[in-house]
């Protein structure tokens, strides 16, 4: 069965720092793992996904994943964050079947 | 851009009633999902559709169903809404999964309260 855990539900950075969000996936075949942002009262967005072509995904508004085998992991990064990065952000992972497993996400607060 | 409309982003309804969330795709996408979003629990999965007329039970199906009789409309039925069902429901669209596996894009969300 596949599994996602995203360290943190909350995250709190300020404008300009570094943003690092985690996941976890647990699969027994190769993941297809995404990332997605949610901003208030809004739906999902897709931000980024990896699909074995490269292990350092670029995505969307500057972020950037990267995929590690060994580590299980697909953290998500941004160098600088923004103001207008506040949002909810969920990590998901799928199989060949089209379904996505999402992690409970993390809500990325950013201060002036 | 694919566009995911669902028909309300906001509804009131009371216990006992039958709701009917509606989601609509422009993008001629065979795969069709609902999900509803709770603080804490992330998205789970509800029901999903591969194709017309075809549905398949997701994770959490019990006091819901769905009807899928066009390709690019998906409706949400709860058959007697209670107020544990109170939530956001959001809807997605993509297409069949491949070696290269394809996105879900997602509508607004309907933020549905039942009292």
């Known amino acids: 069965a596949q599994s996602v855990t995203q360290l943190g539900s909350h995250v709190s950075v300020s404008e300009g720092a570094l943003v690092l969000l985690r996941c976890n996936y647990s699969?027994?075949?190769?993941?297809?793992l995404f990332w997605y942002v949610q901003y208030p009262n809004q739906g999902l967005q897709l931000l980024l996904k990896y699909t074995s072509a490269a292990t350092l995904v670029k995505g969307i508004n500057g972020f950037e994943a990267e995929f590690k085998k060994s580590e299980t992991s697909f953290h998500l990064t941004k160098p600088s964050a923004h103001m207008s990065d506040a949002a909810e952000y969920f990590c998901?992972?799928?199989?060949?079947?089209?379904?996505?497993?999402f992690g409970q996400g993390t809500t990325l607060q950013v201060k002036p | 851009d694919v566009k995911v409309t669902q028909s309300s982003r906001y509804l009131v309804k009371r216990t006992g009633e039958k709701v009917f969330l509606e989601c609509v795709q422009d993008?001629?996408?065979?795969?069709m999902f609902w999900y509803r979003q709770d603080p804490g629990l992330g998205l789970r999965l509800i029901y999903f559709s591969y194709d017309v007329k075809m549905k398949e039970k997701g994770d959490i199906p019990e006091g819901y169903s769905v009807s899928r009789e066009k390709k690019e409309r998906f409706s949400l039925i709860l058959e007697s809404a209670s107020t544990n069902q109170t939530s956001m429901y959001l809807c997605?669209?993509?297409?069949?999964?491949?070696?290269?596996?394809?996105?879900?894009?997602f509508g607004d969300g309907t933020r549905l309260s039942i009292l």
């Open positions: 699969s027994s075949v190769p993941p297809y």
């Open positions: 993008m001629d996408h065979e795969n």
């Open positions: 998901a992972v799928s199989s060949n079947t089209g379904k996505l497993i």
């Open positions: 997605a669209s993509s297409r069949p999964a491949t070696g290269d596996n394809q996105p879900q894009h």
